[in-house]
């Protein structure tokens, strides 16, 4: 890797940050292969710093969860794919929180799963972030034990411009990413989005310390983030659903309701993608998966609900994903750490 | 441990193989603590044993997915809870068989998600079993790279009578256990089941190689098994849906339609079982569970879908669950085993 | 018709009901084209008679929704149809009762859509039925305005033995029909059956004076009948899922979960069967379904969805129903009515 | 009715439709109570006029579903109510077209119910329009006989810009209207929107001959319309979901999946609706709706599905809905008609 490496900043003031997808002007523009350094906010805009800000009184709608960018991509045109690297996701803060909040989780009665409850209680949970150890602090505010739990950065949120013109709040998951929540977006993960805009329109926020599977209540263990990614384009093979790739595993996700759909969705594009990687037959690509596919959950409570369908790359023999992009990204982003 | 170990077997003959749970005398009754060495049949009733026969011919419905039992566990009332330790699983045959079937799998359209379409076509893998190696060989049926996989084996069918005098399919998961389809159910998992009628009437079967989380194609890696459980009782807390810990997690199961309400099932029974344990209110533990849980689907196939809720003990600091069973399970296994 | 009418009567202690579909001897067994007078209680067993008595407190799960049956039909083998007329439906009361109940209903957190939140009030509301003026009487427990609604009484349960040796309880519906609560199965409707077991067994109950679409609270306006239907055979042509008849429309039900499932089952079968009736292509069948059918709701509560595909007659030119076994049945049922 | 009746016209260009909700410049403002004289162009952009005129070869995504408008209200702001009457809808043209279209519909696998078939096959059927009779003609494709259906048009697709900040296509339903597909938006009907943006931005489009419920195959018979609408506007009150009021009835929808999650949301609204215009309890409300509401499905096949919930207005003592502006429009309606 001899090339220098381009390194750019991405810090929004806080009327810089977005709440959507689509729509916006780019607040950077980026060649292929750029080292982006950014920082995003948290889903409640740090408003909640305490357990006394209850995100109902203290967050306006619909300022929720915003996002840093739009980032285009030069040279990226519809059908494209936009890869991007995460080198690095650390929280900013000392602290972190969590919340029930009216209305929104798993567990709860919502605008969708309406019923004639009253919501639950709206509680917020104050986490201590210890960096140097990796951990942060869940308290209970009812007492019994503390748990420490061990940090594992990701962003609940990050995808590109939708397509035929929409603008999606950044709340909601779909085709073009966005809110997808899951904790498979963490610091060595690759991502691949179809283009739909010239540019592209790489957005990304929602920082969290950690995130079980599904963010059952909600929210998950939400902090501001400083962000190291690398930004790169393929021509053509712009995928219909994000895709991820680690140096272990291929991931492709589905971002629709019921969860069955989001869990066929995720399913059908891991079984052709690997009917493509290694020149199998549609059904026997359907067979491999069955037996050698993971499927966790992502996220159970957004617009739509995030299934990932994983499948490890040492059972697929064959060609590399997207071109190999992931290993050179791999490479960009060790020249960086090296040099950092 | 200075108690002789029980050690009874049970090897139906053919027309002792049940296809129900509910409904049937006890094939074996035991005392709680006692190990059963007892062999099931596959999911086809071993009739497909080449890619030349098709279930849809060789098999006779509702003649499918055999299980070995009923056990009654002496002195199991209802409301108490029953407990199976997984010893060891281990297939029989040096071949295992997966396949596509008309109107069944995630990726089809089955009885249920009607469609207009023809049924996909009916398909069938031989997979060559290692037992030594440890590993099961696919070899795809339209060329393309074979893979080897790893060896993990399980059984998709567990559970007991269920109450209100129902009998279910031996197809069918839900409260009683059943068609669970979840690779979580291997050697060395405890399993806890709420008796609803006395004895409990524990079956099993359905063993596979291995099995991709939810089993997309609606068929594992099938295979006839050998295998060693530990039953015994607890009185009291029986648990309301299936529950599972290994060494390492707590998992709680949801088997209905549609996926996310088997969610918000497992997940629900997860977070007051949390709670239970800590001594948290219910809100912290939802929390916790937020942060820290698994969702891995189960089976998005059969008549009901299953998806687990799943939690590492160590975040769990206060009382065992069941009263420490599992721990008490584990020596008599290594008893058993010790002694084998 | 000059043939005599076979008139039975069936009217079961209270220690003759059944409380599930399967698995049981018949208490009576009638000759194709009998007239079978009998009586249900509602679904409470007759013990909620106030606004005092809550069903969780005066019930014993699971002594819930009673059925009067089996009713095993000579001659019926599976593969078969069997037909149910509904000459009248009475209520024997002058009183009915609705109620809440813990953890049932489609704007409640249930057993299966399971959530934190307690249960909504258990509350009962006392109608006054008014045979002669054909009404019954809504009284709102906490004031406002009384509303008179007309009576419109129907049965929520109907149904055969299930096959595969299943028993299900009386509270689930199904393709063997049971607890479908759609207000379509009135007095002058035909059901038609598949059967699965020697004599079709088939039980009836759950009698409601009047029920919106849905049965949104879940429970409908619940009262003992007085009941005659005729009861026939058509060999051969058994429907996967219940059908019904009226002089005007045919319908297609379907009973899974979620609901879109259920909405899939029930237009699937309307639109094959209407494609059998007339000779069209199924593809045309499904454009002219698309154009005239109607697609209500039964109920969205019980631990199976109903949806009902229904189509008026004048659009289907073609060959009758079953063999036109609902014109002889009006006939049978209009010379009872003459001869009463 | 002495007042002058304002009345204007709206025949938009082809290059003048939209094909999205939100983000657009008004085409057409008007006074509250206006009567506007409209033209729309059907679901194909008036492409598919033929058999031989596949709906993928002469349509180009996403020019798909046209609507006309904006139409601005002047003076309406977020949380007001946009009332709209439908006083007439006429089909333009003597034929209309319906379609199988690859990936879409009900009993097809789609790109959310993703499955491994091949596309059902793609057809054209056209449907002659006669409107002197009142009638459209089906003609199936592969033989078998014609049947003459009713006219009874409507508009699959109104609605007002969404809020946040959004733009949905015009394919979608949601809480802001959009792609309903009910039969209900027909002439006689007001429709009341919440309004999200100033001018509340309302746009109509995707007129019917007629629909069946659910619209099973995914298209109805599809046509251009000549559409009277008189626009009204309400200060506050805005639902949160599409509400509409014939003489005869209120109803409330939900647009969102699954559909039991539509059919609760629209039935959660109905509830709270009802109790509001009467002084009920909530759980009073719950208990008369369970008894006397109707539950048609909208759609089964667009981005979201919409359940309908229906109430006779007898059965609602009380206040009238939207302070009557029904009977208002009504009586505009009928001077408009009375003067044409």
Chains 1, 2, 3, 4 share one sequence.
């Not at 889903?43 to 285009?72: E, K």
């Not at 990304?204 to 939400?222: F, K, L, M, S, Y």
């Not at 059972?315 to 090296?338: I, K, Q, S």
Request: hydrophobic share 40%; with cysteine.
């Amino acid at each position: 890797m001899t090339a220098a490496l381009e390194v750019v900043s991405l810090e929004p003031a806080p009327d810089q940050l977005r709440y959507s997808f689509g729509g916006a002007e780019p607040l950077l523009t980026v060649a292929p292969g750029t080292v982006v350094e950014l920082t995003t906010e948290d889903c409640f805009g740090g408003a909640v710093r305490g357990v006394d800000d209850l995100p109902s009184q203290v967050c306006v709608f619909p300022y929720l969860n915003p996002v840093t960018g739009p980032i285009a991509v030069e040279g990226a045109e519809p059908g494209d794919t936009l890869a991007v690297h995460l080198v690095d996701v650390a929280p900013v803060r000392d602290w972190a929180v969590s919340t029930t909040f009216p209305h929104f989780g798993a567990l709860t009665t919502t605008h969708q799963t309406a019923m004639l409850h009253a919501p639950l209680e709206e509680l917020v949970w104050l986490y201590e972030v210890d960096r140097e150890r990796g951990t942060c602090l869940f308290r209970p505010r009812r007492g019994g034990p503390e748990v420490e739990l061990p940090l594992d950065p990701m962003h609940g949120t990050i995808g590109v411009a939708p397509g035929a013109g929409e603008v999606h709040a950044s709340i909601t998951p779909g085709a073009h990413g966005g809110n997808m929540d899951t904790p498979e977006v963490r610091a060595g993960t690759t991502l691949y989005f179809g283009v739909n805009v010239p540019g592209g329109q790489l957005s990304i926020g929602d920082g969290h310390c950690r995130q079980g599977e599904g963010e059952v209540c909600g929210t998950a263990v939400e902090a501001a983030m400083r962000t190291v990614v690398v930004v790169d384009l393929v021509k053509g093979g712009g995928p219909a659903w994000p895709r991820l790739e680690t140096d272990e595993f291929l991931m492709s996700t589905g971002s629709v309701r019921p969860l069955e759909d989001a869990f066929r969705v995720s399913q059908h594009d891991l079984v052709t993608w690997a009917a493509e990687l290694t020149g199998w037959d549609v059904l026997d690509a359907y067979q491999l998966v069955s037996q050698a596919g993971l499927a966790p959950a992502g996220n159970v409570v957004d617009t739509n609900y995030t299934m990932v369908a994983k499948l490890a790359k040492r059972y697929l023999p064959g060609a590399p994903a997207a071109d190999g992009v992931h290993e050179r990204l791999r490479e960009t982003a060790a020249a960086y750490l090296g040099q950092r």
